[in-house]
């Protein structure tokens, strides 16, 4: 799952990026609405966590912009304010969801995880397939029963993967939606990180390499 944050109080910003990164979500960090008008153009979210009262551009029209484009985005809505009339406001301008500040991280996370599966088709809470289970709340992985300790990468690769439902999935595409956007495009991070999935997955292999096309499972 790929998410912006757009939040001008910057320690807040950064450890929320730091603690959906953990969570194994390919995160990308601006601190006023100008800079998330232009992520926005450039890339495609499947969240977008949203401060309301950004300096240069309001987070109110952030949000109207996204929903202007007819983007499938997401809009996590995040304000110190905690009176209903803002929360309806906040909905009405087009957000799909509000989180009023002081927040509980545990709360954000599942907030961000529950938006994710709304911007595409309605999928189980847990993905199977190939003798792989992978709980994206618990971040739990199994192969035929044996649990899988996964790095966050690795974990965000293999549900990437499993979404797809058997697609072949680019490389591209996995840069794209587990990795943020500092990470070099030319780097072989994608292959490694499928090898090293791979292995840990076990014997026999069940990630499968089309040539010139990418991977599916």
Not at 95 to 116: C, H, I, M, N, W
Not at 193 to 199: E, S
Request: charged share 30%; aromatic share 4%.
């Amino acid at each position: 799952m790929r998410v912006l944050v757009v939040e001008d109080e910057q320690l807040l910003a950064d450890a929320v990026a730091t603690g959906l990164r953990r969570e194994a979500m390919a995160v990308d960090v601006v601190y006023d609405g100008a800079a998330a008008l232009e992520r926005i153009g450039v890339n495609d979210y499947d969240v977008v966590v949203l401060d309301r009262d950004l300096p240069l551009v309001h987070g109110d029209d952030v949000c109207r912009k996204i929903v202007e484009l007819g983007m499938p985005t997401r809009v996590l809505m995040l304000t110190a304010s905690g009176d209903v009339s803002d929360r309806v406001e906040g909905l009405e301008i087009g957000a799909d969801d509000y989180l009023p500040k002081p927040f509980a991280f545990s709360e954000l996370t599942a907030r961000v995880r529950a938006l994710g599966r709304r911007t595409s088709m309605p999928l189980p809470p847990v993905l199977e397939r190939a003798g792989i289970k992978l709980d994206p709340n618990r971040r739990e992985v199994f192969r035929d029963g044996r649990e899988v300790q996964l790095a966050p990468k690795e974990f965000a690769v293999l549900e990437v993967l499993l979404r797809s439902e058997g697609a072949v999935v680019s490389a591209e595409q996995l840069l794209e939606k587990a990795w943020d956007e500092n990470t070099d495009p030319f780097t072989n991070v994608v292959r490694v990180t499928v090898m090293t999935l791979r292995r840990k997955l076990g014997e026999p292999p069940v990630i499968v390499t089309v040539p010139g096309s990418g991977y599916r499972i």
